[in-house]
């Protein structure tokens, strides 16, 4: 089995590129892990209304820095892929950041519009309410609702396939890539 020449590069994504992936990576978790414990909550309580709150603020705030995100990613040039890696890889590498940026943004935009159908107001924080999309319609809640719950499932994989790949590059190939997305370490 022929193994990558391990390239040992010392560039690293910018401090803010840093920042924003983390902050997102950490806020998603968290949506989801809250997603998952607030739906399995039986009936209409304090504390499952407190969690559906908190989970659009966590959505919201994603998506918000999604968006900066994205906007830093096309006006910053990400540090180069290793060149032991094959094409193949660079490909997979590409297709998989495209998606996980595409969930990033489509998730929270679900999860707001299937809120806004079942006629649910997002007030951000508990302070800023924010605009309507959809007027209240609850058949078109529920196809939202399932949207939404299937993208999530869908990121599931897309973050296990980008854990399983810096796994493989870091341990197998040992090309590094970890330390560049590290705010510290060389």
């Known amino acids: 089995?022929?193994?990558s020449i391990p390239t040992h590069t010392t560039a690293k994504y910018t401090n803010t590129a840093m920042a924003l992936h983390w902050a997102v990576a950490a806020l998603m978790v968290w949506g989801f892990a809250l997603?998952?414990?607030m739906t399995e909550i039986h009936g209409i309580t304090p504390t499952k209304l407190r969690y559906f709150s908190w989970h659009k603020w966590i959505g919201v705030t994603v998506l918000v820095l999604a968006l900066a995100r994205l906007l830093w990613r096309v006006t910053h040039q990400p540090p180069d892929l290793p060149d032991g890696m094959h094409g193949w890889e660079k490909l997979a590498a590409h297709a998989g950041h495209a998606l996980l940026y595409v969930l990033m943004l489509a998730i929270p935009v679900s999860g707001y519009f299937y809120t806004s159908a079942a006629g649910v107001p997002v007030v951000y924080l508990g302070v800023v309410p924010l605009p309507t999309i959809i007027d209240a319609d609850p058949a078109l809640a529920k196809l939202l609702k399932t949207i939404h719950i299937w993208l999530n499932?869908?990121?599931?994989?897309?973050v296990a396939g980008h854990l399983l790949a810096v796994v493989k590059h870091q341990l197998?190939?040992?090309q590094r890539l970890l330390q560049r997305m590290l705010p510290?370490?060389?």
């Open 184 to 186: 510290f370490g060389r």
């Open 172 to 174: 197998f190939d040992r």
């Open 1 to 3: 089995m022929k193994h």
């Open 35 to 37: 997603g998952w414990i």
């Open 153 to 158: 499932y869908g990121l599931l994989g897309a």
